[in-house]
């Protein structure tokens, strides 16, 4: 859904707390630290025709800040805020035909805002979100040059507990691997190949190794995850192997595949 904020529409309010509405969607917040930052308590309420939410989620640590502090470059004059609280323990309902199912899980929650386009050397991007069951959490995103080389900006994270570590576009390498059509004629990728550390690229040995080298393959659960929105997405959930072995769960979202 999208509104332009109006009383009747949708609004924001902070007062000690965070309320979001659009319509009669909400997403609620209170904080039990008193910077507002360390114990989220969340709830997300929305239904629609086919289906409805009902989420609580607990905020497990402060939030990440992406890239440079919170400042993720995209290109000379390019970049983002951009700030993730991935791993909150979640419980709740979902509603699917008027059939309610129990779930718990782990939510992992983005914010980004910007005001820069892509460069026109680039075609789209390729961004990637992974909670692994050792309880490490990957991102991880390509922007997708026209000239089909690796871009500079390319940049992720990974956090192993407390311990946070920016990526580079020489810490990781994502390799499409297998291809899907729509009935549109586009062909998604949707299934990658993830090198962390080790790279052909990688600048120190040593780095490779504080990054436990390894190769996950990630795999969309649903090929046809595609939204239009004007601007054509595929975005959904994926599993994440490392061999035979299921490792993870995550969300992929793809675009400029549409021409």
Same mark, same amino acid.
């Given at each position: 859904r999208f $509104? ?18 659009i319509?009669?969607?909400t997403l609620d917040?209170a ?6 930052g360390?114990h ?5 309420? &929305?239904?629609a025709?086919e289906f &409805?939410?009902?989420?609580s989620?607990?905020q497990q640590?402060?939030?990440v800040?992406?890239g ?10 390019a ?8 791993g909150?323990a ?6 699917? $035909? ?24 680039? &075609? ?12 490490r ?5 390509n922007?997708r040059?026209?000239d089909?080389g ?12 407390y ?17 899907w ?10 299934a ?5 550390g080790?790279?052909p ?6 780095? $490779?190794?504080?990054l436990?080298p ?13 939204m239009?929105?004007g601007?054509?997405?595929w975005e959904g959930?994926?599993r994440?192997k490392?061999?035979?072995e ?11 595949? $549409?021409?």
């Amino acid at each position: 859904r999208f $509104a332009r904020g109006h009383p009747a529409l949708a609004a924001v309010t902070v007062n000690g707390a965070v309320a979001a509405r659009i319509e009669d969607w909400t997403l609620d917040a209170a904080f039990v630290a008193p910077d507002g930052g360390d114990h989220g308590q969340w709830r997300l309420q &929305a239904q629609a025709a086919e289906f &409805a939410v009902d989420l609580s989620m607990q905020q497990q640590r402060a939030p990440v800040l992406q890239g440079d502090r919170g400042l993720s470059h995209k290109g000379p004059g390019a970049a983002s805020y951009y700030y993730s609280l991935p791993g909150m323990a979640t419980s709740g309902e979902l509603t699917v $035909a008027g059939q309610p199912v129990a779930v718990r899980g782990f939510t992992w929650m983005d914010r980004e805002w910007s005001t820069s386009l892509l460069g026109e050397h680039l &075609a789209g991007w390729d961004w990637f979100a992974l909670q692994l069951d050792d309880g490490r959490n990957v991102m991880a995103f390509n922007l997708r040059r026209k000239d089909g080389g690796t871009d500079p900006y390319n940049h992720g994270m990974l956090l192993d507990g407390y311990e946070q570590r920016m990526l580079t576009a020489e810490d990781y390498q994502l390799t499409p691997v297998r291809f899907w059509q729509d009935a549109q004629g586009r062909r998604w990728p949707v299934a990658w190949e993830l090198a962390l550390g080790g790279t052909p690229r990688q600048a120190a040995a040593e780095r $490779a190794e504080k990054l436990h080298p390894e190769k996950l393959h990630i795999e969309a659960m649903v090929e046809d995850q595609v939204m239009d929105l004007g601007l054509v997405y595929w975005e959904g959930i994926v599993r994440v192997k490392a061999g035979d072995e299921d490792v993870g769960r995550g969300y992929m979202e793809l675009t400029g595949y $549409a021409d």
